[in-house]
């Protein structure tokens, strides 16, 4: 069984930072491409970052200079790092991952890290 866990929401005032980590854990064979998603409350879940494989990055133009996203192979682990965060920052985060198991690639999401940034 494949498991998603995000790690590192909280709350935080405006321009400062957090950084979110998404570790996978289960019989993992290969960690592929990976996303970091958000939902702010009565909106639609979008990406903010996606990273691949080879580490190529490429991020929503909201975010675009101040979240960085990254891996860690060895430790199947995912990373978001939010600086001079805003309000409109605030929402739900979520891992989004494709995994590569003994029945094949498949795509799992976390559960979910609540992010609120006060004003």
């Known amino acids: 069984q494949v498991q998603l866990v995000e790690s590192g929401g909280g709350l935080v005032q405006s321009g400062g930072s957090l950084r979110l980590s998404c570790a996978a854990s289960?019989?993992?064979?290969?960690?592929?491409?990976a996303d970091w998603y958000r939902q702010a409350p009565g909106k639609q879940r979008e990406s903010a970052a996606t990273?691949?494989?080879?580490?190529?990055?490429n991020y929503a133009d909201s975010v675009k200079g101040r979240f960085t996203i990254s891996r860690d192979n060895a430790k199947n682990t995912v990373y978001l790092q939010m600086n001079s965060l805003k309000p409109e920052d605030t929402g739900v985060y979520y891992c989004?991952?494709?995994?590569?198991?003994?029945?094949?690639?498949?795509?799992?999401w976390g559960q979910g890290t609540q992010v609120t940034v006060s004003s």
């Open positions: 289960g019989n993992i064979f290969s960690l592929g491409s």
């Open positions: 989004y991952a494709d995994i590569r198991t003994e029945t094949g690639w498949n795509v799992y």
């Open positions: 990273i691949t494989s080879a580490g190529s990055t």
